[in-house]
């Protein structure tokens, strides 16, 4: 049968857009709809905006260390309109940015939202297209529990774009986006009080990481309240926001931020039309090609229930696209994908946490830095730093790195390529360190330690 494409990508974020190129470049006939944005989630409401909003909040600590270093002026006033202004057109011109890159590669480009109508076809505001193959990149959504009120909470996406910036800020959420927006709002100089259900930040991050990082976040300023949860939002006649909590507790606020988590976002995409198998999770089922239980449709990135992190999507996409289109291994190696939260110190994170590294290992070796680091010393913040390598014992092989402090992602970067090529311990403490840097403290801690 002759059909309109090989290849229809429904949703071009970071997976769909990798992998509609890449598959065109093999020759392949593509074409990809989507019905909001070019670039998917990262570009539009997640890694981009966050990181520039991060930059932005970090610069309330830089004035005020800077006295310590002889600069005397005061800190000036900061001004919401322009940060979310600049923010919008920088995301414009990525819009674009990614357009032409699927134009350059022979991409075609339909707007709105993709209908699956049967394994070979697709719907797009009423006009059909048949192709061999379908490709379901649609990412996730935001998730806000069904509580009264819930109407005047703002989700991630959200956020960003707030008409009035909140004197005074509730985060609802202990994960890395509800960590990083209350970073991001309280650097900016609002009031943030972060709530949390359980009792603890960071569930399956490295748990001595994640405490240190909860004791550096609340030093710094950011109220947390751990083992409650908001079950009712009331507006009152001012435009305030009067939170009712399940420990009996209250709070008045201007902007209730959910970060609750995230949910396939696989509303309307006509799946009861096919054999595609959903998990309990409510994610796409897959196999090791990212095929699912329909032959012709394929799914990854976010939808699937994965790591969900750009880059590991567009290794998906690039890995797809090779297997379908230019006879290629679809390989994808999921072990010792290095991250950072930009929470306020940055966690950055690689391979096993030390739960996972002992319950694997039974001789594990923990060698732990805890310092101030030498900025703070002029600057006078009692910010620390925490830095821990993870080995096993028994060969020497390094397992895990993990650091909470000022540029932990961009240290992590270097120290995943060389757990990524099997580094031992003995190969860290050969390398000769970087001085005076935080970084070097991964090459220099020599003794393990107990705890």
């Not at 932005?56 to 006295?67: G, I, L, P, R």
């Not at 009264?148 to 960003?160: L, M, Q």
């Given at each position: 049968?002759?059909?309109?494409?090989?290849?229809?990508?429904?949703?071009?974020?970071?997976?769909?857009v990798?992998?509609?190129?890449?598959a065109?470049?093999?020759?392949?006939?593509?074409?990809?709809?989507?019905d909001?944005?070019?670039?998917?989630?990262?570009?539009?409401?997640?890694?981009?905006?966050?990181?520039?909003?991060?930059y932005?909040?970090?610069?309330?600590?830089?004035?005020?260390?800077?006295?310590g270093?002889g600069?005397?002026?005061?800190?000036?006033a900061?001004?919401?309109?322009?940060?979310?202004?600049?923010?919008?057109?920088?995301i414009?011109?990525?819009?674009?940015v990614?357009?032409?890159?699927l134009?350059r590669?022979?991409?075609?480009?339909?707007?709105?939202?993709?209908?699956?109508?049967e394994?070979?076809?697709?719907?797009v505001?009423?006009?059909?297209?048949?192709?061999?193959?379908?490709?379901?990149?649609?990412?996730?959504?935001?998730?806000?529990p069904?509580i009264?009120?819930?109407?005047?909470?703002?989700?991630?996406?959200?956020?960003?774009d707030?008409?009035e910036f909140?004197?005074?800020l509730?985060?609802?959420g202990?994960?890395y986006?509800?960590?990083?927006?209350?970073?991001?709002?309280?650097?900016?100089?609002?009031?943030?009080?972060q709530?949390?259900?359980?009792g603890?930040?960071?569930?399956?991050?490295?748990?001595?990481?994640?405490?240190f990082?909860?004791e550096?976040?609340q030093?710094?300023?950011?109220?947390?309240?751990?083992?409650?949860?908001?079950t009712?939002?009331?507006?009152?006649s001012?435009?305030?926001?009067?939170l009712?909590?399940?420990?009996?507790?209250?709070?008045?606020?201007?902007?209730?931020?959910?970060?609750?988590?995230?949910?396939?976002?696989?509303?309307?995409?006509?799946?009861?039309?096919?054999?595609v198998n959903?998990?309990?999770?409510?994610?796409?089922?897959?196999?090791?090609?990212f095929q699912?239980?329909?032959?012709?449709?394929?799914?990854?990135?976010?939808?699937?229930?994965?790591?969900?992190?750009?880059?590991?999507?567009?290794?998906?996409?690039m890995a797809?696209?090779?297997?379908?289109?230019?006879?290629?291994p679809?390989k994808?190696?999921?072990?010792?994908?290095?991250t950072t939260?930009?929470?306020?110190?940055?966690?950055?994170?690689?391979?096993m946490?030390?739960e996972?590294?002992?319950?694997e290992?039974?001789?594990?070796?923990?060698?732990?830095?805890?310092?101030?680091?030498?900025k703070?010393?002029?600057?006078?913040?009692?910010?620390?730093?925490l830095?821990?390598?993870l080995?096993?014992?028994d060969?020497?092989?390094?397992?895990g790195?993990?650091?909470?402090?000022e540029?932990?992602?961009?240290?992590?970067?270097?120290?995943?390529i060389?757990?990524?090529?099997?580094?031992?311990?003995?190969?860290?403490?050969a390398?000769?360190?970087?001085?005076?840097?935080?970084?070097?403290?991964?090459?220099?801690?020599r003794?393990?330690v107990?705890?």
């Open positions: 049968m002759q059909y309109d494409y090989d290849l229809f990508v429904i949703g071009a974020g970071s997976g769909g990798r992998a509609s190129r890449m065109a470049s093999y020759g392949a006939k593509v074409a990809v709809c989507e909001r944005y070019l670039g998917g989630t990262c570009v539009n409401v997640g890694c981009v905006p966050k990181k520039l909003y991060v932005a909040s970090e610069y309330s600590a830089h004035f005020t260390d800077a006295k270093f600069w005397q002026n005061g800190k000036p900061f001004d919401w309109s322009t940060l979310r202004d600049n923010k919008t057109q920088e414009s011109r990525l819009n674009g990614y357009e032409g890159i134009d590669a022979g991409v075609e480009i339909i707007d709105g939202r993709g209908k699956i109508l394994a070979h076809t697709v719907e505001d009423g006009k059909k297209f048949t192709t061999e193959r379908i490709l379901i990149a649609t990412g996730g959504w935001p998730y806000v069904e009264p009120g819930k109407e005047h909470a703002v989700d991630s996406n959200g956020i960003f707030l008409a909140p004197n005074r509730a985060v609802v202990g994960g986006i509800a960590v990083e927006f209350a970073g991001i709002f309280h650097g900016l100089g609002s009031q943030v009080t709530i949390v259900r359980g603890g930040l960071l569930n399956g991050f490295d748990k001595e990481i994640a405490e990082a909860a550096q976040i030093q710094n300023g950011v109220h947390i309240r751990f083992n409650t949860e908001v009712a939002i009331e507006k009152q001012d435009g305030s926001l009067y009712t909590m399940s420990d009996g507790q209250h709070l008045t606020v201007d902007a209730v931020l959910f970060a609750t988590g995230r949910k396939p976002h696989l509303e309307g995409l006509g799946l009861e039309n096919v054999k959903i998990a309990k999770s409510g994610h796409i089922e897959v196999n090791e090609t699912t239980s329909e032959p012709s449709i394929y799914a990854l990135g976010d939808v699937t229930g994965g790591m969900e992190l750009t880059p590991v999507a567009l290794a998906e996409g797809l696209a090779g297997y379908l289109f230019d006879e290629q679809c994808m190696d999921y072990s010792n994908i290095a939260v930009f929470c306020q110190p940055n966690i950055g994170t690689v391979g946490t030390e996972q590294a002992r319950k290992y039974s001789n594990v070796l923990k060698f732990r830095s805890n310092f101030r680091a030498m703070n010393t002029l600057g006078g913040s009692q910010e620390r730093t830095m821990k390598i080995v096993n014992g060969n020497d092989k390094v397992l790195a993990h650091m909470v402090g540029s932990a992602g961009e240290i992590m970067q270097g120290i995943a060389a757990i990524k090529c099997g580094a031992t311990k003995a190969d860290f403490d390398t000769i360190g970087i001085h005076p840097t935080a970084a070097e403290e991964f090459v220099t801690m003794t393990p107990s705890d």
